[in-house]
């Protein structure tokens, strides 16, 4: 099976081409579906975050168009979007998802909402069906290196995220968040990370607007707060210093005509909007108005810097326990191409002696059970030399560039026949008792539903 990833992220494409892109939880499913109906494509998982969209996938061949998917899907053509797009394969996939999940790719490197985002990625596809075997296999590895990355090294100290980032531009631009209102506009994960910091900044009044209205109330009574509902939307946000929006609208919340009103209710007084949807909530010309400011996720960026030198020391470290683990699972994959070999030239011996022995069993008439027993251990024993050197020379071949050529003529030797192998189900394969050869942990044969 081959791994193939293509995505845009915040390092490849600017937030007007990442908001095209977006895809609400809502079409996940669908997309999933879509997605794994392309010819070749076996499995498939999308993450869509504020900072990117990949499509994950597994393929027999690797020959799948995925790019007409991203043109069918999205109504464009290939030459709009073809500069921002990047694609790993196999390997260097493998690497990528590790350093996703770890977040040394992210905006913010060591933020821990990457691997949550990356996790319910995972759980809608197996929800969907488009996860069920290789996939399994490599995104549990991937949460596994993640989880050794944060044991192992410190960029996860002093926790930054695109909420905590944004609380501190807040904080920048006003001086202190001190009695300041505060309009969260959706009740998400991200709005409920933004109100933790600015409260622990000293914001006053927080008021929380969510188009379920339960939503809001939920996330404004953990704070002491308001909950507004949706068509009071502009009526309430007048009174804000300072609007988070994050939001999965598909079209702006905020107008030019909405911030000119509100400008006119607070007599021409600032208002600060932190703008942390894709696709944007706040529509661009709002920052072209005196006394409205508003900075999108992009903006960012800048405050971002400033954390980056104290945490590449610990980046490199982390770099490094990724190149490791991506050796490691590199070496599986390859011994897994040559354990469905395994498994058939010991299927296939082991029919031949149980037929042997029902042959000789009928000439010979009743034995004791002494005699069976003698006989079942002088055949394995034969069956064990037969088969010590094939399978020491499959394993010896794994980590070698011609495992494909020895593979082949050991199966034309014994006329074996074809066993499917994944990673997500560990199972063991016995060596012969009277050699040195060690277990093989591979996977056990899957039927597909």
Known sequence: MKIRVLGINHNTAPLEVRERFAIAESRLP???????????????????????????????????????????????????????????????????????????????????????QVKEAYATGRAVGTVHGSLEGLMTRAFAVAKRVRTETAIGSSSVSVASV?????????????????YLVGAGKMSELAARHLIAHGAGSIFVANRTYERAEALARKFNGQAIRFDALYDAAATADIVITSTGAPVHIFKKEH??????????????FIDIAVPRDVAPECNK????????????QQVVSSHVADRRKEAEHAEAIVQEEVQRFQSRLQMLDVVPTIVSLQDHLETIRQAEIDRVRGRMGKLSPEQELAMDALTKGIINKIMHTPITTLKSAAR???STTVVDLVRKLFNLHEVSVTLNQPTRIEPPQDSSTEPVTASAPQERR
């Open 166 to 182: 944004a609380v501190e531009l807040a904080k920048k631009i006003f001086g202190t968040l001190q009695g300041k209102n505060v």
């Open 259 to 272: 911030c000119e009103r509100f400008l006119a209710k607070r007599k021409s007084r600032p208002m600060f």
């Open 289 to 300: 108005l005196d006394g409205i400011f508003v900075y999108d996720i992009d903006d960012l």
């Open 400 to 402: 070698a560039p011609e």
């Open 30 to 116: 669908d997309a999933l579906q879509r997605l794994c109906a392309l010819p070749d494509v076996e499995e498939s998982i999308i993450v869509s975050t504020c900072n990117r969209v990949e499509l994950i996938v597994a393929q027999k061949t690797g020959l799948a168009d995925i790019r007409s998917f991203l043109q069918d899907y999205f109504q464009m053509e290939t030459r709009q979007f073809e500069p921002h797009l990047y694609e790993y394969r196999d390997e260097e996939a493998v690497r990528h998802l590790f350093r996703v999940a770890a977040s040394l790719d992210s905006l913010v490197v060591g933020e821990a909402q990457i691997l949550g």
